[in-house]
């Protein structure tokens, strides 16, 4: 099992920047998979970024060139930068794990971009 715990959200203006953390009870090498994904009110949750097999990533299209997928294998903690937040990045923000094929789930963390 892994526990998540999530860091980082808060009230930001358009055109700023935050960074989420997202740290792991166990050491990181021994998941598959790991990442951010995000749920408005009213919309379904989906994959914003992760890390996958070979350490490669994948983004969603519409936060490319904007948020940056980092890890910290010292301190099992995998970090999101997101710059240039728009109204439309408002959102939870959960931290996923995946495990010998088990999905973990952080508690959410609430990210809110005023216009």
């Known amino acids: 099992q892994v526990q998540l715990v999530e860091s980082g959200g808060g009230l930001v203006q358009a055109g700023g920047s935050l960074r989420l953390s997202c740290v792991a009870s166990r050491n990181i090498f021994s998941i598959n998979a790991m990442g951010w994904y995000r749920q408005a009110p009213g919309k379904q949750r989906e994959l914003v970024a992760i890390?996958?097999?070979?350490?490669?990533?994948n983004y969603r299209d519409s936060v490319k060139g904007r948020f940056t997928i980092s890890r910290d294998d010292a301190t099992n903690t995998v970090y999101l930068q997101m710059n240039s937040l728009k109204p439309e990045d408002t959102a939870v923000y959960y931290c996923?794990?995946?495990?010998?094929?088990?999905?973990?789930w952080g508690q959410g963390t609430q990210v809110t971009v005023s216009s």
């Open positions: 996923k794990a995946i495990m010998a094929s088990r999905p973990y």
């Open positions: 890390f996958i097999s070979g350490g490669n990533t």
